[in-house]
């Protein structure tokens, strides 16, 4: 609870409903000398150095979420990936953020780490600048250890929520636990359980009331904002908002908070048993694709096939299936999972393109061909199928339709090692040695552990050596 600025005593929060920051007592002294002192003067805002020292469960949440927004930042200077605006999505996985993939497969401890995380600079000045305006009068009306609490709790439920909705976003921030808190205090508000006056209590019940739709409704908006999240703490905050008013007069509030607390947490556990049980199988595919990105194609393949067995209609699953065989070069396995796939999802060009990808690593470029223009007409920036049609129309014969396709991937990306790479190739192949040197030595500084690169280049500064002699 908070104390007492003049004695230190302990504050009695909702079951009093005093919104004070002295006890009855020191009021009642405080009255009496204003009686004898006649008007005084009015009293000055506090500092946000006393503000900070009144409501400390606040400060320090707010310290917290800051100094983690700080330690992100230098990871992000130290990696070079990403900004201080907008973090990596890798960066926010390695510290925490809930993502069903990985949460939902073991690491349950996202869907506490998360609510600390922030993607940006925007977002977590956005939180802590909502959560400082009404956080301090959650504190002052709950008490110290319920207002933590319900901030913990709503956050968790929040998590939950976000992980049964779309459990393949990565999602992170405080925003699910701060609706949590704004759902806890519209709840005295709305009961009139404070002492104060009507007019104030019906402009506090609008405040927040129109805090909660508005920001509702700009989740609701803007797609990158994870509503789920919001609505899940709002209706877990609402809830322990609800118990703990109705539990206010009773004179063992510690262990009433306990009994609320460990029953809090046996339902979340429960909740997250059935969410993993439910839409666990959801995450295989991308799960798949996560475990290619760091290197472990065993894993890959095992989850690509329970991707396969538990969504046998989904093409994404088969997408999964396909690119490990790739990794694996194992392409006419490739072929045929990227077949099915295309089969499910005849429309969607980046399959289209993989399957043109895969039959032209077959060399099987009659088949190739036609899949990777369909696809670039879907996509005409896609420079995966740019380059694959590059290296298509070289084997065929087309180098200056293959010179003209390559420069327009590495256009769109020119970090591209393999289109680096195809661009040397194709130059070698005209004999032009001499300028297929930079781009195979750019693929070679940009993939320095690929062997063909290195051998490529090798060859052509060997064969650009005889024509000069």
Not at 247 to 259: H, T, W, Y
Not at 322 to 343: D, F, I, N, T, W
Not at 355 to 365: F, I, K, T
């Amino acid at each position: 609870m908070a104390n007492c600025v003049q004695c230190g005593r302990e504050l009695p929060s909702i079951s009093i409903g005093e919104l004070r920051n002295r006890c009855p007592a020191c009021q009642f002294q405080q009255q009496q000398q204003q009686q004898v002192a006649g008007p005084q003067p009015v009293q000055r805002r506090a500092t946000f150095a006393e503000r900070a020292r009144l409501f400390p469960v606040t400060s320090v949440i707010i310290a917290i979420n800051v100094a983690i927004y700080i330690a992100c930042v230098i990871s992000t200077w130290l990696s070079g990936i990403g900004s201080p605006m907008d973090f990596d999505g890798r960066m926010l996985l390695r510290w925490g953020a809930d993502y069903g993939p990985l949460t939902l497969d073991g690491q349950w401890w996202r869907t506490f780490t998360s609510m600390w995380l922030h993607g940006g600079l925007i977002h977590v000045a956005a939180n802590m600048y909502c959560f400082w305006s009404f956080g301090p009068i959650a504190e002052r009306i709950f008490g110290r250890r319920r207002y933590l609490a319900i901030y913990v709790i709503t956050g968790l439920g929040s998590s939950l929520a976000s992980l049964a909705w779309h459990p393949n976003l990565i999602s992170v921030g405080a925003s699910g636990a701060i609706f949590g808190v704004s759902g806890a205090l519209f709840v005295p508000f709305f009961h009139k359980r404070l002492k104060l006056p009507q007019p104030v209590m019906s402009s506090m019940l609008r405040s927040i009331g129109m805090f909660i739709v508005i920001n509702l409704l700009i989740g609701a908006s803007i797609p990158f904002i994870d509503n789920s999240a919001h609505v899940g703490g709002l209706l877990v905050g609402l809830i322990l908002g609800e118990i703990l008013v109705r539990l206010a007069p009773d004179a063992e509030v510690d262990s009433s908070l306990l009994k609320v607390v460990a029953a809090s947490v046996i339902l979340l556990v429960a909740g997250f048993m059935v969410i993993q049980r439910e839409r666990l199988p959801a995450t295989y595919a991308d799960s798949a694709f996560h475990a290619i990105e760091d290197g472990n194609l065993t894993l890959a393949y095992q989850k690509a096939q329970q991707a396969v067995a538990s969504h046998p209609n989904d093409a994404e699953s088969y997408v999964a299936l396909g690119e490990v065989y790739l990794q694996q070069k194992k392409y006419p396995e490739a072929l045929s999972a990227y077949q099915v796939a295309h089969k499910l999802a005849p429309n969607d060009e980046s399959i289209t393109g993989r399957l043109g990808h895969v039959y032209a690593r077959l060399s099987d470029w009659k088949n190739a061909e036609p899949l990777l223009r369909e696809a670039l007409k879907g996509d005409a920036k896609d420079p995966d199928a740019l380059i694959d049609l590059a290296v298509t129309l070289d084997a065929t014969n087309r180098a200056p339709e293959a010179l003209e396709s390559v420069h327009k991937a590495l256009q769109l990306e020119p970090n591209s090692a393999r289109g680096q790479f195809v661009l040397g190739t194709i130059l070698a192949d005209q004999a032009n040695y001499r300028d297929a040197i930079h781009p195979l030595s750019e693929a070679v500084r940009l993939d320095p552990n690929n062997a063909d690169y290195r051998k490529a280049l090798q060859t052509a500064e060997q064969a650009s050596g005889s024509q000069s002699h």
